[in-house]
């Protein structure tokens, strides 16, 4: 049973920074591609970034230059490192781990049970 669980999430003012973090566990770790959604109130959950297996990592356009996703497999977590932070960013951050190698597609796999990021003006 693969088991994921988010951390670091907070409460930051407008210009902050926060770093994501995401333990997985029950799994392979370093096999699947890992990424991170969000999901704020009344709008649909929306990729963030993901990193594949070998390291490659893509970013949502507004997650670009802001946002840091990193891996590792030693310690078989994913995080998000969030710089310049808006409080349109507010939201729930889920992480993810892929049912494959890589993130293209629809987003197959496990997920977090969320946390909370609220960024005040």
């Known amino acids: 049973q693969v088991h994921l669980v988010e951390s670091g999430g907070g409460l930051v003012q407008a210009g902050g920074s926060l770093r994501l973090s995401c333990a997985a566990s029950?799994?392979?770790?370093?096999?699947?591609?890992m990424g991170w959604y969000r999901q704020a109130p009344g709008k649909q959950r929306e990729l963030v970034a993901t990193?594949?297996?070998?390291?490659?990592?893509n970013y949502a356009d507004y997650a670009k230059g802001r946002f840091t996703i990193s891996r590792d497999n030693t310690k078989n977590t994913v995080y998000l490192q969030m710089n310049s932070l808006k409080p349109e960013d507010t939201a729930v951050y889920y992480c993810?781990?892929?049912?494959?190698?890589?993130?293209?597609?629809?987003?197959?796999?496990?997920w977090g049970q969320g946390t909370q990021v609220t960024v005040s003006s």
């Open positions: 993810i781990r892929y049912n494959t190698p890589t993130s293209y597609g629809p987003p197959n796999g496990y």
């Open positions: 029950g799994s392979i770790f370093s096999i699947y591609a």
């Open positions: 990193i594949t297996s070998g390291g490659s990592t």
